[in-house]
């Protein structure tokens, strides 16, 4: 597994849009049957806004008719698309959730979307800035949440859960082989109230990982409990089925994920959708190739060594991008 590192400088609050070309040809590009030499018209969805990288981009693809709408749960992103809207009326934003999509597109009466973006996980500005409380490396509040007015913050949930449930977060959503120990010693040392009381913590519980590309020992943990903090992993498996199920034949989806976590949930997601359904033994045969929702295109998708190079946050990043076919 790999994770979006937290530790390598990209410029401070600032986030670069990763795999920007291979988003735009794919989502809104070249190759499409529909496109125009004016742009394309119809109505898109960035339901990861950020801070707006890729929303810029998108909007200089599409026509004086096409519309884009920006998602994303974070307060903090609602002044950026704020500005954006204020520049470009094509855009609009709401504050909501993946598994709010389909509520918000009924009630703006938007039917037959044609592309949806998804560019999972955490944005630079919320890993750079500490009282966000995501960064192994700077001293903030024990928080991870993605929107601080929404659910428990991380020090609240590890301050009262099980050793037993910790143990199977860390497992589960980290990959982290010392979960056990590490939950016996968070245990042992409530209340934690701070980013790097935790990290400190796992250092001291963990043997030091050796060799040149060894990570900070508190990685896995800190990954582990913001996906459970934020509910990513239900948010994600939501997300795609709302965000294809929102689309007009023809239209597409594309996601970017950054751990193979994430990776296979997208990849199992878009197989089920493309494959012909099993045929379960003695009933009548049927085409079931008719019964096939989408086609995928591509393969999955990892940054050039020049992206690789500009933005090393982008390393562990993979797009996938599926077409509504009926
Ligand atoms: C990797 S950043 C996106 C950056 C953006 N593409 C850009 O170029 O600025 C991911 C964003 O998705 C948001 N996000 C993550 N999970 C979400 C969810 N379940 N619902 C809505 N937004 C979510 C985060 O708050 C974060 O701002």
């Not at 960035?46 to 810029?56: E, I, N, Q």
């Not at 919320?126 to 995501?134: A, H, I």
């Not at 949440?145 to 859960?161: F, I, K, T, V």
């Not at 500009?310 to 509504?324: C, G, H, M, Q, Y």
């Amino acid at each position: 597994m790999t994770e979006r590192p937290t530790d390598e400088s990209a410029g401070a609050g600032e986030h670069v849009p990763v795999l920007l070309q291979e988003v735009l040809t794919h989502l809104v590009g070249s190759s499409r049957a529909s496109e125009r030499a004016d742009g394309e018209s119809g109505i898109f969805v960035d339901a990861t806004f950020g801070r707006g990288g890729h929303s810029r981009k998108l909007l200089e693809r599409l026509s004086a008719q096409g519309q884009l709408l920006g998602l994303d749960r974070d307060p903090e992103a609602l002044a950026e698309a704020q500005r954006l809207a204020g520049q470009d009326p094509r855009f609009s934003f709401c504050q909501a959730r993946f598994s709010e999509l389909q509520d918000v597109l009924k009630d703006q009466q938007i039917e037959g979307v044609r592309g949806v973006l998804m560019d999972v996980g955490v944005s630079s500005p919320q890993l750079d800035r500490p009282e966000r409380g995501f960064s192994f490396t700077a001293q903030g509040p024990l928080d991870m949440r993605m929107n601080p007015e929404e659910g428990s913050s991380a020090a609240e949930w590890l301050n009262q859960a099980d050793e037993a449930e910790i143990a199977q977060v860390l497992w589960m959503y980290g990959e982290e082989r010392q979960s056990r120990r590490i939950a016996r010693a968070i245990v042992a040392a409530r209340p934690l109230t701070t980013t790097l009381e935790l990290a400190d913590l796992v250092s001291q519980a963990v043997p030091r990982p050796r060799g040149p590309q060894r990570k900070h020992p508190a990685t896995r943990t800190f990954q582990a409990v913001r996906i459970f903090v934020n509910e990513e992993a239900q948010e994600l498996d939501q997300g795609l089925q709302q965000g294809f199920s929102s689309l007009a034949v023809g239209g597409r989806l594309a996601v970017i994920s950054f751990h193979s976590l994430e990776d296979r949930k997208v990849k199992h997601a878009f197989r089920q959708l493309s494959q012909p359904p099993k045929m379960p033994r003695r009933l009548p045969v049927r085409n079931l190739d008719q019964e096939v929702q989408g086609r995928l295109i591509g393969g999955p998708m990892k940054p050039s060594l020049a992206e690789l190079n500009a933005n090393p946050r982008s390393r562990s990043a993979t797009l996938r991008v599926i077409e509504k076919v009926r």
